[in-house]
Nanobody, 126 residues
Framework: QVQLVESGGGLVQAGDSLRLSCAASGRTFSSSVLGMGWFRRAPGKEREFVAG????????YYTNSARGRFTISSDNAKSTLYLQMNSLKPEDTAVYYCAASRATIPTYREWEYLYWGQGTQVTVSS
């Protein structure tokens, strides 16, 4: 089993930055997880993909709204995933989730993610 715990969310103003973290654990993590990603769910909207990374090689993939402002990275030794978010906008307000997949390349497909965290709230005021 794999457990994912997000942290780092909060209330910020437009233009500010935040760094989200996702600590992964579990006896099967190293053998079953090949990629991780960040998703978000804004109020009244469906959950959407933000960014993904392959655990080996560090290949990344971003949605258009995140590219250029957000950076996904990982510290494999700490089994931790990060999302650095810069130039935040009110439309970035959402609950952010990290997820783990067995896909060997970064993927935006929710169904490829087998494990999910509980989420961390990010609120950006104008």
């Amino acid at each position: 089993q794999v457990q994912l715990v997000e942290s780092g969310g909060g209330l910020v103003q437009a233009g500010d930055s935040l760094r989200l973290s996702c600590a992964a654990s579990g006896r099967t993590f190293s053998s079953s997880v090949l990629g991780m990603g960040w998703f978000r769910r804004a109020p009244g909207k469906e959950r959407e993909f933000v960014a993904g990374i392959s655990w080996i090689g560090g290949n990344t993939y971003y949605t258009n709204s995140a590219r250029g402002r957000f950076t996904i990275s990982s510290d494999n030794a700490k089994s931790t995933l990060y999302l650095q978010m810069n130039s935040l906008k009110p439309e970035d307000t959402a609950v952010y989730y990290c997820a783990a997949s067995r896909a060997t390349i970064p993927t935006y497909r929710e169904w490829e993610y087998l494990y999910w965290g509980q989420g961390t709230q990010v609120t950006v005021s104008s």
